[in-house]
């Protein structure tokens, strides 16, 4: 028994032989997944009864493809370039609003009792009245830079002698939080002020801090003072329960509604007579209302308390709410940062990092940074009154500053942010029969009255999302699928399908017996009578016999005899 050799069939016939077969059952799956698919039109390109027609169908599917894919990437270009969408909802309780922090601060950077105390050390230190007055009015120049009085050598000899540092020395000349916050109340209860409030740092230099939750690495308090022991006096009018929480201290507040008595309100001593040197041209004090974790500085909403005074803070707040899903997209794209994705251990907020970026341009030159800067630079000197002249020089410059260097800062936005609103209102204290806890027992002439509440019950969130969840992007893309194609997901799984099973039975279909030459190589005889079937001497059967002749075979194996039976190949033999 002996195969039939494959001489003759080559490689380059064989790679010829398999494109052109790849081709036609291309052709033979799109012709059948054109006559069977449900997208409109794409039966007319094989059933034309012209090939003008079938032409025609074709370019008008063609064009409705490139129509589809045009209005698919022009989508995704949108949604790519403006990933998010605002909501406003104006329908939100107050009493899901932080409170505000309250910081006030008064003008008077030097308070005069504590000034005469070091005037009394440096007096014994060859200090005369005069330099030492002069060293007093100079201080405040340090909050609001101008030409000081004193000569440099004098100012850094004052300093070593009393060996203080700037901030040491600010802070013991301040006026006391004790002294200037005469009572305390809170939803209308009467608090300690020395336990509601504490000494901070703000853009105008040591302030008294309500609900300042602001970190920084220093704590002051005013125990720690030598000369505020001095001057504080005892609070007799203390009627609050020990036991309970002071508000402020622990936690952030919030308030359960909206009015006078359902907020914060505190009588303030001014003391106008211990005033030593003043950040401005009047007797008063400062009040900063800003983000409880904020520095009070860039974005704090700022009004100012006169004596005899009475002013009410109205407040109205917007909050910025950013869903959990925009942290999927890009930093580039939200252009916002959460909690815990900014460098460092305190809670990132947008208008701290504006502030200190603008103190690192005011102040960097000079190598130096404020005394009521917030303590993260231990590095970075302390400036002085003799960096005063620098600080003015650079501060003219300040105007040619590019906004870029700005953003230079890498300072972005808070995806959650809030802010606050003020409207102010002073009004002067009349001599009339009034009475209250706030005001029972003060000297109404000389005392100032703060009150600070919300206005509107509710307040206004804009809230942040993605345009399009990736259900509702997948669901567009299949609208733009139907409107050009009028197709769907089924249609894709038949494409997939025709192709699929195209390849499969293409396969099985080509899978013919290696021991064969070509079709176009053979030729069969038939015996034209019975008598020349011949039986097999092996198998005793009887066979027909087919005479094949290949012109590529050698002459002594021209003859080759195919036994079939039963219309089916078995053997050959020679």
Known sequence: MKAVPQNGYNSRQKHEYLGKGFLQSLKRTFRDYCENTGLHGFRYIVTGKTSFDRTIWFAICASSVAFCVILMLRFWTYFSNNPTVTIIDTSNPISGLQFPGITICNNNKVYKAHADVIAQKLLMNGFDINMSNKLFSSLMKLIRPDKIEIDNATASSALDTLGYTVEKLMFELMHPCSLLLARCAWLGQIYDCDKIFKTVKSNEGFCCG??????????????????????????????????????????????????????????????????????????????????????????????????????????????????????????????????????????????????????????????????????????????????????????????????????????????????????????????????????????????????????????????????????????????????????????????????????????????????????????????????????????????????????QFSRRNKEVLFNFQNNGLRNNHE
């Not at 920084?216 to 505020?228: A, P, Q, R, T, V």
């Not at 080509?510 to 001497?537: D, E, W």
């Open 210 to 551: 309500f609900n300042y939750h602001f970190e920084f690495s220093n704590d002051y308090d005013n125990e720690n003072s030598g000369l505020m022991n001095l001057t504080a006096t005892a609070e007799n009018f203390q009627v609050y329960n020990p036991s309970e929480s002071l508000p402020g201290v622990g936690k952030i507040l919030h308030v359960p509604g909206t009015g006078r008595d359902i907020g914060l309100s505190v009588a303030l001593n001014i003391d106008a007579e211990n005033y030593k040197s003043s950040v401005r041209q009047f007797v008063g004090a400062t009040v900063l209302v800003h983000d409880p974790i904020d520095y009070p500085d860039v974005g704090a909403q700022s009004s100012t308390v006169v004596p005899g005074h009475v002013m009410a803070m109205t407040l109205a707040g917007t909050k910025i709410k950013s869903s959990g899903d925009i942290r999927s997209v890009p930093l580039r794209k939200r252009m916002c940062l959460f909690d815990g994705e900014a460098p460092g251990e305190r809670v990132y907020s947008y208008q701290t990092c504006i502030s200190e970026c603008i103190q690192q341009t005011t102040y960097g030159p000079c190598e130096c940074l404020p005394f009521f800067y917030p303590n993260e630079h231990p590095d970075v000197r302390t400036c002085y009154l003799t960096d005063v002249d620098c600080i003015l020089a650079h501060r003219r410059n300040l105007s040619q500053v590019q906004v870029s260097h700005i953003n230079d800062c890498n300072c972005l936005p808070q995806c959650n942010d809030k802010s606050y609103e003020v409207t102010a209102e002073s009004i002067r204290i009349d001599d009339i029969e009034y009475n209250s806890e706030i005001t029972r027992g003060l000297n109404t002439k000389n005392t100032s009255f703060l009150y600070v509440y919300f206005r509107d019950g509710t307040y206004l969130e804009y809230r942040k999302q993605t345009i399009l969840g990736w259900d509702s992007l997948l669901a567009s893309f299949g609208g733009i699928f139907g409107l050009c194609l009028g197709g769907s997901v089924i249609s894709m799984v038949e494409f997939l399908y025709y192709a699929v099973t195209d390849v499969v039975f293409r396969k099985k279909k080509q899978k013919l017996p290696n021991n064969l030459p070509p079709a176009s190589k053979l030729f069969v005889s038939v015996p034209l009578n019975k008598g020349a079937i011949k039986r097999n001497p092996m198998t005793n059967l009887d066979q027909s016999a087919f005479l094949a002749w290949n012109e």
